[in-house]
């Protein structure tokens, strides 16, 4: 991304990216991310493709951005990320789940495993649970070096997440329960 997103950012630039962030995310419900043109894309915001490359390289560096700033609504709802205890992470993400679990459930359908959107996914949960593993000292007991054990979580906690989109008969303390296992640690954040 070319800009970074910031609270100092002004409102025009902020109100533009989640435009194109909305847009991105409507028309994953509607058709697979390897079919999503930057026209589609620019068509459905309403706003021209030069402004699209003021911001982003291409539509994989907006998808990335999709999923940042999704992480910054749940972290801007409930304090900072880095924060607050993995606990309430994992109770944020559940709600989340089961709150929307048909948008999500539909768009798992149309990325089925193997697609660009999964990899992209795959790769900032990975990227989440290294930051989680630094700030939290939470490397695991058994002798994984830390960033295998960093790509572990992340397949662990997609494989749960995945599971539970497609289950219907998952409450909301069942899906707590199962992701507090994946994120819950005993540990206190340490300073970066």
């Keep these: 991304m070319k800009y970074e997103f910031s609270e100092n950012m002004p409102r025009s630039r902020r109100r533009t990216l989640n435009t194109f962030a909305g847009a ?59 924060m607050y205890s993995l606990n309430k992470a994992a109770a944020v993400v ?7 679990r048909d948008e999500l459930r539909r768009i798992l359908e149309l990325n089925p495993d193997g697609s660009t959107f999964q990899w992209v996914l795959l790769q900032f949960a990975i990227r989440a649970f290294d930051r989680i593993r630094i700030k939290f000292k939470t490397d695991s007991e058994d002798d994984f070096p830390p960033e295998l054990q960093a790509k572990i979580n992340a397949y662990k906690l997609l494989a749960v997440m995945e599971w539970i989109i497609r289950r219907t008969d998952i409450d909301l303390a069942e899906t707590l329960r199962l992701l507090g296992q994946i994120l819950s640690t005993e540990n206190e954040p340490q300073d970066i």
């Design 24 to 82: 991105l995310q409507s028309l994953l419900l509607q058709k697979s991310f390897d079919d999503i043109t930057v026209r589609d894309i620019c068509e459905l915001s309403l706003l021209p493709k030069s402004t699209f490359y003021n911001y982003f390289d291409d539509k994989y560096d907006l998808l990335n951005f999709l999923f940042y700033y999704s992480r910054q609504a749940i972290t801007g709802a409930y304090g900072d990320w880095d």
């Design 94 to 100: 559940s709600a989340i789940l089961v709150d929307h």
